[in-house]
């Protein structure tokens, strides 16, 4: 069963616009992490978010989470065409067993 | 350092066969892990090895089985296809499975039952 659900399902925007997905997520957990993975191809991590932080950033990349809200957003600043991919969330159950949500289709037009 | 090679890359297969899938986890990697992604169900957790050990399992019919090696490389197998099984199966890899750990994923197998 999905323990992620990302919104908005697609997003489509122009080259140096910033890209908000969401999560939520229905159980307790200590981490989540989000992944990205363009069209037929493998997942690549992007970023992991404990549950005792509230804000993390790499790079042009920005994660929030609200563990009372059980939600987080990621953020991606002054996007290029190569972001271009699925986005998902994950939530980390130990022993690499992921739960990850149905994902954000993101389009980055130039 | 090489990343996590899966083979092969696509596979046909009809109904009522077997499929045996492989994948080198990157060097040093002790925890594999085996997800099946489908257009319907999206991504879900099929098992995890960790020194030839299962320590997880996924909800998924016994049809479904895996199996690690000494050198850390695993297979899984789906016996008796169903039309239902085709997917892109991905295995991911990290050092030890620990909770926190990103996962390196491979490119997949895109297996079509026929």
């Known amino acids: 069963s999905q323990q992620g659900e990302e919104d908005p399902q697609a997003l489509s925007i122009q080259e140096g616009e910033n890209a908000t997905m969401n999560c939520s997520y229905k159980?307790?957990?200590?981490?989540l992490q989000w992944y990205r993975q363009n069209s037929g191809r493998g997942l690549v991590h992007l970023i992991l978010?404990?549950?005792?932080?509230r804000e993390k950033h790499s790079g042009r990349l920005r994660v929030t989470l609200d563990t009372s809200k059980k939600s987080s957003s990621l953020l991606i600043t002054a996007s290029r065409a190569a972001d271009t991919a699925s986005y998902f969330c994950?939530?980390?159950?130990?022993?690499?067993?992921?739960?990850f949500g149905k994902g954000t289709m993101l389009l980055v037009s130039p | 350092k090489a990343g996590v090679t899966q083979t092969p890359r696509y596979l046909i297969k009809t109904r009522g066969q077997q499929v045996t899938l492989s994948c080198s986890p990157i060097?040093?990697?002790?925890?594999v892990s085996w997800y099946q992604q489908t257009p319907g169900q999206g991504l879900q957790f099929l098992f995890e090895?960790?020194?030839?050990?299962?320590?997880n399992k996924g909800n998924f019919p016994g049809r479904f089985s895996g199996r690690q090696f000494s050198n850390s490389r695993s297979e899984m197998n789906v016996s008796t296809l169903e039309l239902g099984d085709s997917a892109l199966y991905l295995c991911?890899?990290?050092?030890?499975?620990?909770?926190?750990?990103?996962?390196?994923f491979g490119n997949g197998t895109r297996l079509t039952v026929t």
């Open positions: 060097s040093g990697h002790r925890s």
């Open positions: 994950a939530t980390d159950m130990g022993y690499s067993t992921l739960t």
């Open positions: 159980t307790s957990i200590n981490n």
């Open positions: 090895y960790f020194s030839e050990t299962q320590r």
């Open positions: 991911a890899s990290s050092l030890e499975g620990a909770q926190g750990s990103p996962l390196h």
């Open positions: 978010i404990r549950s005792n932080e």
